[in-house]
């Protein structure tokens, strides 16, 4: 390599031993006694073979005695990203999943929400949702907050303080007939928007930014979305939002947008459908609206979890996949009952054969498959696949380290076992005790250092 070619930033980390990851074309990519450096900036430098150590560390200027070494049962495998997850909801995770959607917003999620106004309760129950995300290998979230602006950026900081990459959402709706306290008018939606945007950039967090968040069509008049897509349009930022989850949902959409041809056109009328939109669910959606998603570049977030305990509907992964849709899997948070990923991973396994099970000729989703979308296919869900999803040289080292047979750890390991079994047990059997290191940007953010500040 030429002396122009070495790379500007220092290296600061250097690994070896198991890298599993996805790529466009392999769902499971396993590199065995592979090195990885880490540059200052939390960069992947180099991925490449071990044997290769002695040439590297000249052409990179490391020590091979800095290299850290992986054990017989670890590997390091991309963090993964929840594509979609209600940070305020965390407070009464593992309840409440006992009624439909509409009932269910009602009853429970908007009186709780409502709550977000006091920020020491904010504060606790923020702290809390990252804390036990990061612990859980969720490296990148995209959260919901509530319609509180100042709570929605104590939220941001907490991301931040904590290393935790995000996308972080302040909720817009002007309609809620059944709680009617919890609802702004469309003049405080919109400023506030704007408000949360522009102090929430000028913090110049380096992995936090907002998205515009109109919580689902029915909680919004048209008016408010075609605002929404504005400021989106204007700022070119990320939208999420919700869609065809529920069958009752569906029809009242139908009803309050009378001039529609469908769910997914309400939003693309008002340009919410766009290469930065990631819409949770989609349950119900026609062939024509997902490729009307494809050709927006707009994507979808599975939850199977929430879709499961709320009755929601079961989402038909393959036809989305087939249609080229954009798809990560999210874990809805409390519609979901858990904030792990692997739980989402596990739930979408279980869904799949459920539609299996209803139709023996069904393709039924593999774990390879499964894993790329807790990854890579989050990544690209959230139009970050540019920085973060897998190992490839350039992007950041986003990055959890495995150790399957971690004492105390809830997976037996009898033999030396190949890594592909050692990647099937974790994500069926494995849970935070097997998380033994997490990474963000290069920066290991799990165990926590908590934030000095
Ligand atoms: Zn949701």
Not at 74 to 82: I, L
Not at 116 to 132: C, G, I
Not at 232 to 241: F, G, R, T, W
Not at 322 to 343: E, F
């Amino acid at each position: 390599m030429a002396s122009s070619d070495r790379p500007t930033a220092a290296i600061s980390h250097v690994y070896r031993g198991t890298f599993i990851h996805s790529t466009q074309e392999t769902a499971v990519q396993i590199l065995e006694n592979a090195l990885l450096g880490v540059d200052t900036d939390g960069k992947i430098a180099f991925v490449e073979k071990g044997e290769d150590l002695d040439r590297l560390s000249s052409m990179f200027g490391f020590s091979p005695s800095e290299v850290t070494q992986l054990t017989q049962h670890e590997f390091f495998m991309p963090g993964m990203v929840d594509t979609h997850i209600h940070a305020s909801q965390y407070s009464y995770a593992g309840t409440a999943l006992d009624m439909p959607l509409l009932k269910w917003l009602n009853t429970y999620t908007f009186p709780v929400e409502y709550h977000f106004k006091d920020l020491e309760f904010a504060n606790k129950v923020y702290t809390q949702v990252v804390k036990r995300t990061l612990r859980n290998g969720t490296t990148t979230a995209c959260y919901f907050a509530t319609i509180h602006t100042d709570a929605s950026l104590l939220l941001g900081q907490i991301a931040n303080d904590f290393g935790q990459r995000a996308l972080v959402g302040k909720v817009c709706m002007d309609r809620n007939n059944a709680v009617k306290h919890y609802k702004e008018t469309i003049q405080e939606s919109q400023e506030e928007t704007c408000r949360f945007i522009a102090e929430l950039l000028n913090k110049k967090y380096p992995l936090v930014k907002p998205v515009v968040t109109p919580r689902f069509a029915p909680s919004c008049t048209g008016a408010l979305l075609g605002q929404l897509g504005a400021i989106a349009k204007n700022n070119h930022l990320h939208i999420q939002s919700h869609i065809s989850e529920n069958v009752e949902e569906v029809k009242l959409v139908k009803e309050l947008f009378p001039d529609s041809e469908s769910y997914a056109d309400v939003y693309h009328k008002y340009n919410l459908l766009t290469d930065k939109t990631v819409m949770a669910h989609g349950c119900y959606l026609s062939d024509k609206e997902l490729d009307l998603f494809r050709e927006t570049g707009a994507s979808l977030s599975h939850c199977p979890n929430s879709n499961i305990s709320l009755c929601s509907g079961m989402l038909d992964v393959r036809n989305v996949l087939n249609h080229k849709v954009k798809l990560g899997l999210g874990t809805d948070v409390a519609g979901g009952y858990s904030a792990s990923m692997l739980d989402a991973v596990r739930r979408a396994l279980d869904s799949s054969k459920v539609l299996t099970i209803q139709n023996p000729d069904y393709d039924t989703l593999n774990f390879e498959e499964v894993f790329r979308l807790a990854t890579l296919g989050g990544s690209q869900a959230l139009s970050l696949d540019d920085q973060i999803g897998n190992f490839e040289v350039g992007k950041d080292f986003d990055a959890l380290r495995v150790n399957v047979a971690a004492p105390g750890a809830p997976i037996d390991v009898f033999q030396c076992e190949e890594p592909k079994i050692l990647l099937e047990r974790f994500l069926n059997l494995g849970d935070d005790r097997n998380i033994v290191e997490v990474f963000v940007a290069g920066r290991k953010v799990a165990p926590f250092t908590e934030p000095t500040e």
